[in-house]
């Protein structure tokens, strides 16, 4: 019997609320992989690997930036091809759909997206100068909150005057986020278990910047006390929901009688479908273009 949930996350978060099903044999189970019973949960659709290795070479980009190591349009584009090759091998070996994919279309695909970001106001303010003290942070640093480890670490922190400015970076973005301001406020827990960080939410801005049907969008958020109130009860109550769905999926042991995405174009993209039940029903939709 595995522990209870006591992680929280924003991958784990929109798991969750997508699909209990994808959620359980993600984070629930634990002997997937010796099963063999499930496509390989390392699978991931080229979608996804053209946004995972966009990002990767974002913060490529970065590091260099901060070393004031300046990169031409062919070094991004070269560093992305490669990027891009070397995750397809990396994720996409064991192809479950039979289809190879379009290396050509999600480099350019990739190189668009990076682009566009590059131009986009706050990341320019960097790359210009015009920012001058900034830092850039991975999101595997963990902050213990309460009986919570929370993964919450901005992208990129800047200070301007006596203001700390926080920012968070999404390569692809959900069309329905109902809780982006409080899901931007949980950067402020990360603040709080830093020591260099001032402990007042008014000295802080919040910003996400994402990428959403071929355009990057940028929104601010002040953060108050009661904003970082409603983010810590965000993070209790998800946390509470994805432990009575363990006890369920540990009650019950099967995985294919927990509630299922309505979307199809979610489905595209799991390392799950396999023996999925919604996938023969669906067979259709999964064929539309
Ligand atoms: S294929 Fe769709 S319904 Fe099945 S686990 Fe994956 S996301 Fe959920």
Redesign the pocket.
């Known amino acids: 019997m595995s522990n209870y949930v006591s992680e929280w996350s924003l991958t784990r978060r929109k798991v969750f609320t997508?699909?209990?099903?994808?959620f359980s044999?993600k984070y629930l189970t634990n002997n997937i992989q010796k099963t063999g019973e499930y496509s390989a949960p390392r699978w991931r659709s080229p979608y996804d690997v053209m946004i995972i290795s966009t990002r990767e070479v974002f913060f490529q980009w970065l590091k260099d930036l901060h070393n004031n190591v300046i990169w031409t349009g062919k070094t991004i584009y070269s560093n992305l091809r490669f990027k891009i090759i070397t995750n397809l091998y990396k994720f996409n070996s064991q192809n479950t759909e039979g289809i190879k994919p379009d290396k050509d279309r999600l480099i350019s695909n990739g190189y668009a997206r990076l682009k566009t970001l590059l131009r986009q106001p706050l990341i320019r303010k960097l790359s210009s100068g015009e920012i001058r003290e900034w830092s850039f942070h991975e999101r595997t640093g963990v902050v213990t909150f309460g009986h919570l480890q929370v993964y919450c670490s901005p992208d990129i922190v800047f200070r301007t005057a006596n203001k700390w400015h926080l920012v968070r970076l999404n390569f692809q973005s959900e069309c329905k986020q109902p809780y982006l301001d409080l899901e931007l406020c949980t950067m402020l827990l990360w603040s709080k278990g830093n020591q260099y960080m001032p402990n007042l939410e008014s000295k802080f801005t919040i910003y996400g910047i994402f990428f959403l049907d071929g355009k990057w969008y940028q929104r601010r958020v002040i953060p108050s006390q009661r904003m970082l109130q409603e983010t810590k009860q965000l993070l209790e109550k998800d946390v509470h929901h994805m432990n009575v769905l363990r006890d369920y999926f540990y009650r019950t042991s099967n995985i294919d009688t927990l509630p299922?995405?309505k979307?199809?174009m979610?489905?595209k993209?799991?390392?799950?479908?396999t023996n999925?039940?919604?996938?023969g029903d669906r067979q259709d939709d999964f064929n539309k273009p």
């Open positions: 997508n699909c209990a099903r994808r044999i299922l995405t979307s199809p979610y489905c993209r799991c390392p799950y479908k999925c039940p919604v996938f």
